[in-house]
C-alpha cells in the first residue's frame, strides 16, 4: 500500500514537470476558473448578507405627521399588531428618531443644535413575517390619516432580489462554460502524459501491473493540478482580501463583518474541492482507454 | 510478494502437481501438471488476416519448447495469446488451467504474473538504467523497495549483467539488451518463461550464451517456450520442436531438429 503510494506520488510528480509547460497552462487556467469562482460565492454572498440585513431590520417605515396624536399612533400601533402579517411594530419617536441621527452622524451635531425644531418625524418600524405582504401594509397604512409618508424598502428589496438573481444565473452559466473549458485542458494535458508515457504503461500492462497502478499515477498528477490551483486561488484571495472587504463594504455599507471568516473558510473549502475534483475527474477521463482491454 | 529463491528442481519429478490438471502421460511416467494448453485456437485480427488456424498445442510444466516457423507463420500470435494480449476468435487457451477467454479483467495482471516474457522488441525503457528496467517490473506490480534490489541483484547476476546494470539500453550490445530483457522476465520468479527472439540474427555466439542461460533457468524447473529462427541452435539442443506455417502447426516433435529430418 505505502509502496504504491510512493510510486504514484512520485511517478505524478515527474509527470507534471516533464510536461512543465502545458501542466502550468493548466494549473493557470485552473486558478483563472477558480478566481471567478470564489469572486462569484463572495459577491453573492456578500448580497445575500445585505438582503438580509436589509429585510431583517425594517421591513416597513411608516412616517408619521406631526400633528399626529399619541392616540392615533397608539391607535395605529395596536391594529398594526393585530395582523397576521406583521410580526413585530416599534415606535421611534421624534426625540428618539434626533438621537439615532446624531449618533450615527456626530459631526453634524452642530447644525441640529442650530435648528429651532426637530425637523425628523416620528415613525412606526414594522417587521413582516413575508416581505411579500407588503403591498398590503403600505395600502392600509397609506389610508391612515396619521401617516405621511410610507418608506419604499420593499423597491430596494426587490432590485437587490433581481441583480442578485442575474448575478447567480449568468455566474452560474459563466462557471460552467469555464469549467468545461478547464476540464478539456486538464484532460488534454494528462493525454499528453500518457502519451509520452505511453511505452511505459505496455510494459506495465504486460509485466502483470493492475490498473491501479497505471491509473493512480495520473489522478494524483491531476489532482497535484487542482490543488496548485486551488493553493495559488487561495493566496490570490488572501492577498485581495483586505482591499476587496473594503472594496465591499464600501460599497454595499452593510456587509456584516463577523460573517467574514467563516466565508473565507467556506470559500477556501469550495475552491480547493472544485480544483482537485476538476483534476481528478479529468486525469480518469484521459487514462480510461490506456488500461487492460 | 513471495520471492522463491530455489525454484522446483528436476522436472519429471516435480513435487508440484494439482490433482485434476494432469494429463495421462503415454510412456507410464507420472504426468506432468499441463502449464498451457490452446485447443482449436483460431485468430483473426480486426483487419481480416487470419494469423492462426485450429491450433492445438500442450505444454507440460518443465518442458522447453522451440517455437519455429517462417517469418508471419504466427508464433508472435501464439504469444500474445498466451499472456491475453489478444484473445482467439475460436477456441480456448487455457493457462494453468484458467480459460484465459473468460478471465475477469481484473484477474488478467495476476495471470501475467506469472509468465516471465522477453518481447521480440525487447520493449526497454529507453531513459532507464538496467537496473531500474529491471526493477520497474517489480515495482509497477507492487514490491516494496527493499525486496526489490536483491531480487534485481540476483538476476542481473543470473543473467551476467552485474557491471552493466547501471547503463542505459543505449549503451548496451544487442545481446546485452536481450539479456535485459531476460532478466526482467525473471524477476518475478515466473513459472512459465515466453521469448519471443528478435528477427534481426544476434551474433551466433551471443545467441549460444542465451539459449544456455535458457536452459539452466528451465533446469531450475521453469517452463520455457522459445519462438526462434536460430536453426543451428534448435537442432543443436534436440529440444521439443513445435512448427508453424500459415498459422497451422505443421510438426510437433521431441528431440528434433529445427527442419524436418526424415
Ligand atoms: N495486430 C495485428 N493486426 C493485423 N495483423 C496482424 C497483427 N499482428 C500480426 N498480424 C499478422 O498475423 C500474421 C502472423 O503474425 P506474427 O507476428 O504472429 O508472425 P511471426 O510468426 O511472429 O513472424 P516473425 O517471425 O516475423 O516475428 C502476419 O501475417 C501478420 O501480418
Ligand atoms: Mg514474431
Redesign the interface.
Known amino acids: 500500500m505505502?509502496?504504491?503510494v510512493a510510486?504514484s506520488l512520485r511517478r505524478a510528480w515527474h509527470g507534471f514537470w516533464r510536461n512543465g509547460l502545458m501542466s502550468i497552462a493548466a494549473t493557470a487556467t485552473m486558478v483563472l476558473m477558480l478566481v471567478l469562482l470564489s469572486g462569484l460565492i463572495i459577491l453573492l454572498t456578500g448580497l445575500d448578507a445585505t438582503l438580509n440585513y436589509v429585510q431583517q431590520e425594517v421591513q416597513v417605515v411608516a412616517y408619521m405627521k406631526d400633528s399626529a396624536t399619541p392616540q392615533d399612533i397608539s391607535n395605529l400601533e395596536v391594529s398594526l399588531q393585530e395582523m397576521a402579517q406583521v410580526t413585530q411594530v416599534n415606535y421611534v419617536s421624534k426625540d428618539q428618531a434626533m438621537k439615532d441621527f446624531l449618533a450615527r452622524h456626530p459631526d453634524e451635531a452642530d447644525v441640529i443644535g442650530s435648528l429651532s425644531t426637530n425637523p425628523l418625524p416620528a415613525s412606526l418600524q414594522i417587521n413582516l413575517r413575508d416581505p411579500n405582504d407588503y403591498l398590503d401594509i403600505a395600502t392600509f397604512l397609506k389610508s391612515q390619516p396619521a401617516v405621511d409618508r410610507v418608506l419604499n424598502i420593499k423597491n430596494t428589496v426587490d432590485q437587490m432580489v433581481t441583480v442578485i438573481g442575474i448575478l447567480r444565473a449568468g455566474g452560474t452559466v459563466t462557471l460552467v462554460v469555464v469549467g468545461l473549458i478547464v476540464l478539456f485542458i486538464i484532460v488534454n494535458t494528462i493525454r499528453l502524459a500518457v502519451v509520452a508515457r505511453a511505452?511505459?504503461i505496455?510494459?506495465?500492462?504486460?509485466?502483470?501491473?493492475?490498473?491501479a497502478?497505471i491509473r493512480w499515477p495520473f489522478i494524483f498528477e491531476g489532482a497535484f493540478v487542482g490543488l496548485l490551483g486551488a493553493a495559488i486561488t487561495i493566496g490570490l484571495l488572501f492577498v485581495g482580501q483586505g482591499p476587496l472587504t473594503g472594496f465591499l463594504s464600501d460599497y454595499f455599507k452593510v456587509l456584516p463583518v463577523e460573517a467574514s471568516a467563516t466565508v473565507g473558510r467556506n470559500v477556501a473549502l469550495i475552491v480547493l474541492g472544485t480544483g482537485v475534483g476538476i483534476g481528478v475527474l479529468g486525469s480518469y477521463l484521459s487514462v480510461r482507454s490506456y488500461l487492460?482491454r | 510478494m513471495a520471492m522463491v529463491t530455489a525454484a522446483p528442481s528436476g522436472s519429471k519429478s516435480s513435487p508440484h502437481r494439482r490433482p485434476g490438471a494432469t494429463d495421462q502421460a503415454p510412456d507410464g511416467l507420472i504426468p506432468n501438471r499441463i502449464v498451457l494448453a490452446m485447443q482449436g485456437v483460431t485468430k483473426s485480427y480486426p483487419n481480416g488476416r487470419e494469423a492462426l488456424h485450429g491450433v492445438d498445442l500442450t505444454i507440460p510444466e518443465g518442458d522447453f519448447v522451440f517455437l519455429v516457423g517462417p517469418s508471419g507463420a504466427g508464433k508472435s500470435t501464439v504469444i500474445k495469446l498466451l499472456?491475453r494480449?489478444e484473445l482467439p476468435t475460436k477456441g480456448v487457451v487455457l493457462l494453468d488451467g484458467r480459460d484465459l477467454g473468460r478471465l475477469k479483467?481484473?484477474d488478467?495482471?495476476?495471470?501475467?504474473?506469472k509468465?516471465g516474457?522477453v518481447?521480440q522488441d525487447f520493449?526497454l525503457?529507453p531513459n532507464k538504467t538496467v537496473r531500474d528496467n529491471v526493477g520497474?517490473?517489480l515495482?509497477?506490480?507492487?514490491?516494496?523497495?527493499r525486496d526489490i534490489e536483491p531480487a534485481v541483484d540476483r538476476v542481473l547476476r543470473v543473467v551476467g549483467l552485474t557491471g552493466q546494470a547501471e547503463q542505459l539500453p543505449g549503451q548496451l550490445s544487442g545481446g546485452e539488451q536481450q539479456r535485459t530483457a531476460i532478466a526482467?522476465a525473471l524477476v518475478?520468479n515466473p513459472r512459465l518463461f515466453i521469448a519471443d527472439e528478435p528477427t534481426g540474427n544476434l551474433d551466433p555466439v551471443i545467441s549460444w550464451e542465451i539459449i544456455q542461460l535458457l536452459l539452466r533457468i528451465n533446469e531450475l524447473g521453469v517452463t520455457v517456450l522459445m519462438a526462434t529462427h536460430n536453426a543451428e541452435v534448435v537442432t543443436a539442443v534436440r529440444k521439443r520442436v513445435v512448427a508453424l506455417e500459415n498459422g497451422r502447426i505443421v510438426r510437433d516433435e521431441v528431440g528434433a531438429a529445427y527442419h524436418r529430418e526424415d
Do not use: C, N, Q, Y
Open positions: 505505502f509502496a504504491f510510486f511505452d511505459e505496455e510494459i506495465m500492462r504486460l509485466v502483470g501491473a493492475s490498473d497502478f487492460i | 499472456i494480449d479483467r481484473r488478467v495482471p495476476k495471470i501475467r504474473r509468465i516474457i518481447f520493449k525503457l520497474f517490473a515495482e509497477v506490480t507492487g514490491a516494496r523497495k526482467r518475478h
